[in-house]
Every structure is written in C-alpha cells, then in structure tokens.
C-alpha cells in the first residue's frame, strides 16, 4: 500500500496544468483579464510596485511571452517560468 501511494503522489506531481491563452477585454470603466486553462488551477497572488503578479501553480504554457495592452490600467502581461517549484509566473503591470 505505501509503495502505490508514494507512486501516485509523485504521478500527480508530475502532472502540470497548460495555460493556453491569455485575452484582455473591456468595457466602460473595467478591464478582463481571461485565463484559459485545461484544468482547475491552483494559485497564490501578491502586488509589488505597480505590479499584480501572479503564480499558477504546477501550470506550463506561454512561457516567455509578453503582450503590450496599453488599455484600461494595464500597461502589459508577462509570462515567465520558476522551473523549481513548477510555477509559471505571470505579472500585469499596471499604470498606477
């Protein structure tokens, strides 16, 4: 019985959800921010000088992309990936 738990336990840490598409849209006075993922995704989100960053965990996809929004409080969207803690990070900087 331990040896098939540990087996499951290090199965579904393996396992990393896909962020597969961020899209920004608004109307009057709010900005969306849209997440499509291919799972329920766990996350933990602080702010930092003019910045919400947020890390999805045990997630992958878009690394290394930026979008330049200009639009509504948000200046751009970057993903990046902390490879060790399986966390991608992505970061809305914001005009104020």
């Known amino acids: 019985m331990r040896k098939t738990l540990l087996f499951l336990l290090v199965f579904i840490g393996l396992y990393a959800f896909n962020l597969s598409d961020i899209s920004v849209s608004g109307t009057e006075g709010n900005t969306i921010v849209e997440f499509t993922f ?3 995704v766990s996350y933990t989100d602080f702010t930092m000088d003019g910045k ?3 890390d999805l965990l045990n997630t992958k996809g878009l690394e290394g992309k930026t979008w330049d929004v200009n639009n509504g409080g948000i200046k751009n ?3 990046s990936e902390i490879p060790s803690g399986d966390i991608l990070r992505v970061i809305v900087s914001c005009d104020q």
Do not use: N, S, T
């Open 52 to 54: 919400i960053v947020i």
């Open 38 to 40: 291919d799972g329920e």
């Open 77 to 79: 969207i970057q993903i």
